[in-house]
């Protein structure tokens, strides 16, 4: 599996963003998707989950309430819906996937990744 993320961008606090994460390969649906964020300076952090169904989310406890995962398994697609974006959230956000579906907030779970997307949102 290739992912390729994009959608980043510069924007104020408060605003909305969707990121979107393209997959190439097969069986893109049997595999539990992810998305983590890395701040300059910081370690990887979780943000979100959803496992290969789409039925089951799981978040961060930074974005609970403001980010929204979600996937298209026909289109090979995964999106990170983020409203309310805080100045804390800017960062490279990657989209990842790995196929067993466990430990899913270990980034080194993660067997797949995107290239990052940079999000920056000014105070």
């Known amino acids: 599996v290739q992912l390729q993320a994009s959608g980043g961008g510069l924007l104020q606090a408060g605003g909305s963003l969707r990121l979107a994460c393209a997959a190439s390969?097969?069986?893109?649906?049997?595999?539990?998707a992810g998305w983590f964020r890395q701040a300059p300076g910081k370690e990887r952090e979780f943000v979100a989950s959803?496992?290969?169904?789409?039925?089951?989310?799981y978040y961060g406890d930074s974005v609970k309430g403001r980010f929204t995962a979600s996937r298209d398994n026909a289109k090979k697609m995964m999106y990170l819906q983020m409203n309310n974006l805080k100045p804390e959230d800017t960062a490279v956000y990657y989209c990842?996937?790995?196929?067993?579906?466990?430990?899913?907030?270990?980034?080194?779970?993660?067997?797949?990744w995107g290239q990052g997307t940079l999000v920056t949102v000014s105070s």
């Open positions: 990842a996937a790995q196929l067993i579906g466990t430990d899913y907030k270990n980034p080194g779970a993660y067997t797949y």
């Open positions: 959803i496992r290969w169904g789409g039925g089951d989310t």
């Open positions: 390969g097969h069986a893109f649906r049997s595999y539990t």
